[in-house]
């Protein structure tokens, strides 16, 4: 009999795995629940793994600060610190995971930066160029996949972006047919007072350009009125080219200003054309430098000799300074102090920022701990200010700051004010004791960057060449096992489009360990079917008609499929289990994919296969047993 | 019907040689040629634009400080060479000079318009762990299906044969397919990394799923025909499986090979790995993994 729910209900899943392959993004709020899936570029939307789509791949090992163990609290707040500096590099669909070796705390943390090697540069172009300019200009030097972005019009900052250079000419190739575009031009006005505020003539065009010739033979001058130049260089360059990066040259502006020194007052000088910035990002190097090249933020309490003759010594201050030198050097010379280490770390430190504070002139550095640390705080600031020593506080070493405090500090909130500091300084300062927060020190132990190209170059090589496998295999089952065959043919069809919805909507990754688990997982979805008609195929000898033997070849078959299918399961459970002992994601997602193509194949073999046999069963062709049969003659089974 | 169990003598003689050689080939150097996922080091996998050949690599190699490094032709003017780890690893204990941007400049010296395709550097700690979790993983797996063989044959006499004899010829077919693998490696430098661990994963996948369905096939005639002699109802389970297994590994095969000549060849070394492991898997479930049982059940002697 046909079961009219498991046709309805095979036929849902079957129209429903099509339509999810269909459509390369998914995307729908239903009942608050938002679902987002797929991704516009891979093949049925699929996501993919970085060994398939490129990208870097990188391993730190934790290395404990000094004494302490690694807690898998730290580990997990170094895993956030890292997660908001990848995140801040603006990479999509970036991750920081913790992975372990198998012992102890896990203290390895893998970071996955997909599409790394993109190339981005900011650039800033002067003259009122738009973003619609400078793709055409682009375009016109063969820079067709490159695209714009305007930042910020009114300063002429851009943000090129496209797939990675081909080679390293590329890049210099690009800067120069900008550079020919858009030439370097300044506006510059001459002062038609003296200083002394006297009416003076400004100097001529045949002036200004005999000046300019100083410095730039084949420099274009243009009288824009009332001492007012134009000035477009053509030899001359202003600017400092290092590898990925431009800025103006200062010595060379100068240089280029004081030629005109001889001939009047220069009122303002201002660029108007030209490319005087880029920089090139998105590189593996500087990822690597903003993730793991942390530093490490240390509280000391910096103990000083005491102001005042404590221990009775017979000259105080020692080495003939006066009462007053000796207040300025006691906590400034290293053999005047002790830095004492204090049980205040930099993970205790939420937050940094620059801030003002009422009645400061100076812009300060506010910094938050949490409710540990505010208590160790209080007690270190309130023993700094009592021997008024200073609080140290070190950067990878090295003394960023050593603050003084006039009376312990509780609440865990404090500023810290500095003679020199200004709205520069306090942010350097306030990123660099954030950027410290760190509880543990990194180690890189793996990288792994894969082109993009290659990647994709794979994966399309190994899809056709999977599926003309498969063609092979849809070809050897229907000529071998005719009706059974083409069932196990159809079947296989639905296995494969339903594997692939299943992935896509969980959504698992794809990597190159995963499609090979795909290969094997097709294998067994083809070995179930293998099964079902042999065992049909000998009931079908034993003198069964066509229908009982069907349903016996299914009930039959079903231990073997079962207790082999187990054990495969098993194995992938246990490796799944095991995988993230290994810093590659190689094995879970092998495991993972395997698993669940062994579950969906057990699935489709006793659903899909089993409904189309009977449905083909019942017409009159599917009736005839030869068609099960390969040999095409009933023999009696030899197993007596 | 093929009388496979009388010959056993000849299968277990001809395993047993393929995996003295394979063994021999363990044991000499250069045993498995490990990869950097075993070793750490550094690989780099380079695309020429222009002509270059393995000497102008290794020189400009050298300048930098890279000695000796690997070189191998991958065709298509591209190339994968093999050298120490880089500066930026293993901060405690790395005496290596040689920072990325070396690497990288060097290599824009030899070919200013090649492209690095690929580049993979492993520490020290990384590689002294995969061996050791690989072989805690496959112990773990293993131990887990003998548990659920056995339970899968309870109703059977001594079903921890079963369960032992599945997981010798998981041990057999590991075995054999690492010995073959290494003197592959002896003759065309094929590498060890940790894709050959998966798939060595997936070789076990198969030879146990594989072996199970025979024992299935014993299990069965051994509850309908208790009146036979057991090495004659094992004969009749391998024999009435024997179209099933051949006709799974045609199948998978199929996919494997036109995997091989087809895919890309980042999956190469891959591939051969997995078609070694269904030809061996494929041979042991129907030569060998239930001549251990009969010789269990009937001793050494050929009766």
């Not at chain 1, 997909?114 to 055409?136: F, R, W, Y």
């Not at chain 1, 092979?472 to 000529?479: A, G, H, P, T």
């Amino acid at each position: 009999m046909i079961n009219i729910r498991t046709l309805i209900f095979t036929s849902l899943i079957f129209i429903f795995s099509i339509l999810i392959l269909s459509f390369n993004t998914i995307s729908f709020n239903f009942l608050g629940i938002d679902f987002d899936r797929g991704d516009s570029d891979t093949i049925f939307g699929l996501t993919l793994g970085l060994d398939l789509k490129g990208g870097t791949h990188l391993v730190y090992e934790a290395i404990p600060n000094k004494g302490r163990d690694i807690s898998n609290d730290d580990m997990e707040g170094a895993r956030k610190i890292l997660e908001r500096r990848v995140n801040s590099f603006g990479i999509s669909e970036s991750s920081v995971q913790i992975v372990g070796s198998g012992s102890g705390v896990n203290n390895k943390l893998l970071v996955q930066l997909p599409g790394l090697s993109d190339l981005n540069i900011n650039i800033t172009v002067a003259g009122g160029v738009t973003g619609e300019n400078l793709k055409e200009v682009l375009d016109e030097s063969g820079y067709t996949d490159i695209e714009v972005e305007e930042i910020d019009l009114v300063e002429g900052r851009f943000l090129l972006s496209g797939p990675k250079l081909k080679n390293n000419n590329e890049l210099p190739n690009l800067i120069n047919a900008l550079d020919n575009k858009y030439p370097f031009s300044f506006l510059i006005a001459f002062s038609s007072q003296t200083e002394d505020g006297e009416e003076t003539d400004v100097p001529t065009l045949e002036k200004v350009t005999e000046s300019v010739s100083k410095v730039d033979q084949n420099s274009a001058v243009e009288d824009l009125s009332q001492g007012i130049y134009r000035v477009t260089l053509n030899d001359f360059d202003i600017t400092s080219d290092e590898k990925n990066l431009r800025s103006l040259d200062q010595d060379k502006v100068q240089t280029f200003v004081e030629s005109f020194d001889s001939i009047g007052d220069i009122f303002q000088v201002s660029i108007s054309g030209g490319v005087s910035n880029w920089k090139v990002s998105g590189g593996v190097e500087e990822a690597k430098k903003l993730i793991g090249e942390t530093a490490q933020l240390e509280f000391k309490e910096r103990d000083c000799l005491p102001v005042e003759n404590e221990s009775n010594e017979e000259i105080w201050p020692p080495d003939n300074l006066s009462v007053e030198e000796w207040i300025q050097a006691r906590c400034v010379f290293p053999n005047y102090y002790e830095d004492k280490a204090v049980a205040l770390s930099g993970e205790d430190l939420i937050d940094a920022f620059p801030d003002v504070q009422p009645g400061i002139a100076r812009p300060v550095v506010t910094i938050i701990f949490d409710d540990d640390g505010a208590d160790e705080f209080y007690d270190l600031t309130s023993r700094v200010a009592k021997n008024q020593d200073l609080l140290a506080i070190f950067l990878d070493g090295e003394q960023l700051i050593a603050p003084s405090a006039s009376s312990g500090i509780s609440g865990g909130r404090a500023f810290i004010q500095g003679p020199s500091f200004d709205s520069q300084s306090v942010k350097t300062i306030s990123i660099q004791l954030k950027s410290g927060a760190l509880p543990v020190g990194l180690n890189l132990i793996q990288e792994r960057n894969v082109d993009a190209s290659l990647g994709s170059d794979s994966l399309s090589k190994s899809l056709f060449a999977g599926s003309l496998g498969l063609l092979l295999v849809l070809l050897f089952m229907i000529s071998y096992y005719r009706i059974p065959g083409v069932v196990a043919s159809m079947s296989l069809i639905f296995y494969s489009l339903l594997l692939l919805a299943v992935f896509k909507i969980i959504p698992i990754t794809l990597t190159l360990s995963g499609a090979a688990a795909v290969i094997l997982s097709i294998g067994v979805a083809v070995d179930a079917n293998i099964l079902i008609s042999e065992r049909t195929k000998e009931e079908l000898r034993s003198g069964r008609n066509v229908f009982s033997s069907i349903s016996e070849g299914f009930s039959r078959a079903w231990p073997s499929i079962r207790d082999s299918n187990v054990s495969t399961i098993i194995i992938c459970i246990v490796l799944y289990w095991f995988g993230d002992r290994f810093t590659t994601s190689v094995i879970q997602g092998f495991a993972l994919t395997l698993g669940i193509g062994v579950l969906i194949s057990m699935f489709t073999a006793f659903t899909v296969s089993r409904l189309l046999m009977r449905l083909i069963s019942s017409t009159p062709i599917g009736n005839k047993d030869n068609l099960y049969d390969p040999l095409g003659s009933r023999k009696v089974g030899s197993n007596d | 019907m093929i009388n496979i169990v009388a010959k056993r003598m000849w299968f277990l003689s001809a395993s047993t040689v393929i995996l003295i050689v394979g063994i021999l080939s363990l044991l000499f150097p250069p045993h498995l040629n490990l990869g950097i996922d075993f070793l750490s080091g550094t690989g780099v996998t380079v695309k020429f634009e222009n002509d270059i050949n393995s000497s102008q690599i290794e020189s400009q190699f050298n300048k930098i400080g890279l000695d000796s490094p690997s070189i191998q032709s991958m065709g298509d003017k591209t190339f994968f060479i093999r050298t120490e780890k880089l500066s930026d690893f293993d901060v405690d204990n790395n005496d290596s000079t040689v920072s990325r941007s070396d690497l990288e400049k060097s290599i824009e010296e030899i070919d200013s318009d090649a492209e690095i395709i690929e580049i993979e550097s492993v520490g020290t700690k990384v590689a002294e762990g995969t061996v050791r979790n690989s072989i805690i993983a496959v112990s773990v797996a293993s131990f887990f299906v003998m548990l659920y063989v056995l339970y899968a044959f309870r109703r059977l006499e001594k079903s921890y044969r079963f369960a032992f004899s599945a997981v010798l010829t998981l041990v057999h077919d590991v075995v054999l397919v690492t010995g073959i693998y290494s003197l592959l490696g002896h003759i065309f430098g094929l590498q060890v990394n940790s894709v050959f661990i998966v798939a060595l994963l997936t070789v076990i996948g198969y030879s146990v799923n594989d072996t199970i369905v025979i024992f299935d096939r014993i299990r069965e005639n051994q509850i309908k025909f208790p009146e036979n002699k057991y090495s004659s109802n094992i004969n009749i389970s391998i024999n009435e499986s024997i179209i099933r297994s051949l006709g799974t590994s045609i199948t998978t095969l199929l996919v494997l090979f036109s995997m091989l000549i087809l895919g890309g060849s980042t999956l190469r070394e891959f591939i051969v790995v997995l078609i070694l492991g269904v030809i061996v898997g494929t041979y042991s479930s129907i030569f060998i993994a239930s001549q251990f049982l009969i010789i269990w059940e009937e001793g050494i002697k050929k009766k």
